[in-house]
């Protein structure tokens, strides 16, 4: 077994060296796919995260609790309820995008949602309450102001993007259910790994966890060198 | 230049300020006295266009200021609060902030930056991380950011608050010399008679959201009413004789007490010390501190986040501690306490 997982181990690095074409599509599908639903995700939930965590509204709680309540939300339950909307007999079938890129996109940022809205809330919220007053004292404008809490929680607004996108690229549930894993056209990392796996490719299925590694990893590292660059 | 007619605040339940009217004239350097709870960060805000009045109205230049309007108080005025708030980034970015909000060209920006920072001591190091830099550094900062501005009104909440004698210096030329030489209208906050008495043109004693009396530093310090006496009281003020030993002045205060100081004034002496600088502890304490007395607390009084201790040595100190202090060491009344505060806290009215 052990022997099984080495011999896999390096096979799965010279597929990685010799930059094979199944992998590098996959993989640069993955990025891609994840990417815009963490692009898109960021759209929305952002701005819904500093109404949550500077304004004072009724309900607002209430809001906070529901979102703080779908962060543990399993993918594959977001991957059903979107199976069901989007199949051909569901209510949204005619848009005609499951099993395609486009569904995994509108799950996948479904999915994250919560995170950052959650993320941005908390980090805003823990921000201290005086910067807001010292943003207006010293001459800024009331927009200005909230813009001045907002990039002094640059870090936590930051994180909350990188850990989503880790979320994103990680998740199996929605990627499988809505994607459906086609060869060449909705294949990702996760779900290959999983196909992989059970056909008994050992040595693919590996070097594919180690890229999901390594861009994982890459992402986190870039983020924390970007921080201290800009903020010392 | 600002009128202030009978303004209250309340948060809630809790009064802040209640029926306060002043006018505060171009120019001016008003102090205003009170202990801590007492709405002196309230007034400043208020002042500042920071917050809203519950009742009554500010009016500057006869204009009343409201709602949309706002702004306009906003705008000549600057708070610096007491605690300091910074901006993450250099020394230089946080001054750099406020200017940026004016149209001033690159130019004027940096020739003000220096020209602040160097006001306050802190030019050599305006490329450091502001949070870096140490409490009373820090302090100055926020100072230099506000002066910057160049506003007409500067209000200072407790800006001589746990400073260190170089930033001390610094902070009081500074203040005196903005309203002697720019004519800067300034308004500051404190519970510290001594700077209260140094500094101020005007003085406001507020106790519990309520101006109690208003006047010159000569008849506050010279014939204090019964409130600012029972005020002076819950500040260690006390007069005694003082004797030059080795250099250290003894101050006998009566009730078998000897306060060591570090001035060099010898026969009658009036002395403060600060409640914020003496320490309690439950044993003696192993320090270079010169003055270490046994007593015993006769009194806890809470307000807000800090606790003040009446410890009885012979003579009742006032000790402030955090509320926290108070919880983790189990203090109470009857129990026995050493308090401890150094020399150089003594300071001679």
Redesign the interface.
């Known amino acids: 077994m052990v022997s099984a997982l080495w011999e896999g181990l390096l096979r799965a690095l010279s597929l990685i060296v010799m930059r094979d074409p199944t992998l590098m599509e996959i993989t640069l599908r993955s990025v891609a796919i994840s990417g815009l639903a963490t692009l898109f995700a960021a759209l929305w939930s952002i701005p819904l995260g500093i109404l949550i965590g500077l304004e004072r509204f009724k309900g607002r709680i209430i809001l906070r609790g529901f979102f703080n309540t779908l962060m543990g939300m399993p993918t594959v339950t977001l991957g059903l309820v979107l199976y069901l909307l989007f199949s051909r007999s569901g209510p949204l079938g005619f848009l005609r995008v499951l099993y395609s890129p486009g569904a995994i996109i509108v799950g996948q940022s479904l999915l994250i949602t919560p995170i950052i809205v959650s993320f941005v809330a908390n980090t805003l919220e823990a921000a201290d309450p005086e910067i807001r007053s010292l943003a207006l004292t010293l001459g800024a404008s009331e927009m200005g102001a909230r813009f001045t809490v907002l990039s002094e929680s640059l870090d936590g607004v930051l994180l909350a993007v990188t850990a989503s996108f880790n979320r994103a690229i990680a998740e199996l549930g929605v990627a499988l259910m809505l994607g459906g894993n086609i060869r060449g056209v909705t294949r990702v990392l996760t779900t290959s790994i999983a196909l992989e796996t059970s056909r008994g490719e050992l040595e693919l299925g590996i070097a594919l966890t180690i890229v999901l590694l390594t861009i994982v990893g890459v992402v986190n590292l870039s983020t924390n060198l970007f921080r201290r660059r800009t903020h010392p | 230049m600002i009128e202030l007619v009978g303004i209250s605040r309340r948060y809630g339940e809790v009064v802040a300020l209640s029926d306060v009217s002043f006018t505060l004239g171009r120019g001016e350097l008003l102090t205003v006295l009170g202990p801590n709870g007492s709405g002196k960060t309230t007034l400043l ?1 208020i002042l ?1 266009a ?1 917050e809203t009045p519950t009742d009554g109205e500010v009016l500057i230049d006869s204009v009343r200021v409201e709602g949309r309007n706002m702004d306009v108080l ?2 000549r ?3 610096v ?1 007491q ?1 300091t ?1 910074l ?3 250099s020394v230089r970015r946080n001054v750099e ?2 200017l940026r ?2 149209d001033l060209s690159g130019d004027e920006v940096d020739r003000r930056i220096d020209e602040v920072l160097e006001l306050v001591g802190l030019e050599e190091i305006a490329d450091r ?1 502001a949070r870096s830099l140490s409490g009373g550094e820090q302090q100055r900062l926020s100072l230099a ?2 002066l910057a ?1 160049d506003r007409e009104l500067l209000l200072l909440d407790e800006p001589t608050a746990n400073l260190d004698p170089e930033s001390l210096a610094i902070v009081k030329e500074v203040i005196s010399g903005l309203n002697r030489d720019r004519g800067t209208t300034v308004v500051m906050a404190t519970h510290n008679l001594i700077q209260a008495e140094e500094l101020s043109g005007r003085l406001i004693l507020l106790i519990g959201g309520r101006i109690v009396e208003e006047g010159s530093p000569d008849t506050f310090f010279h014939t204090p009413s019964a409130e600012m006496r029972r005020f002076a009281r819950s500040e260690n003020i006390y007069a005694g004789d003082s004797l030059i030993v080795d250099g250290v002045a003894h101050i006998d205060i009566g009730g078998g007490v000897n306060v060591r100081a570090t001035f060099s004034h010898e026969g009658r002496a009036t002395i403060h010390i600060a409640p914020e600088d003496i320490i309690v502890s439950l044993g003696v304490l192993e320090s270079s501190a010169r003055n270490s007395l046994k007593g015993r607390i006769i009194g806890v009084e809470e307000m807000n986040s800090v606790v003040k201790l009446k410890v009885d040595v012979g003579r009742t100190f006032i000790a402030q501690i955090t509320r926290r202090s108070l919880v983790e060491m189990g203090l109470n009344v009857g129990q026995e306490v050493y308090i401890t505060f150094k020399a150089s806290s003594v300071q001679a009215i």
Do not use: C, E, H, S
């Open positions: 805000k500042g920071l906003r705008r005025a600057t708070v609060f605690r708030v901006l993450r980034g902030f406020g909000q004016l991380r950011r506000a501005l």
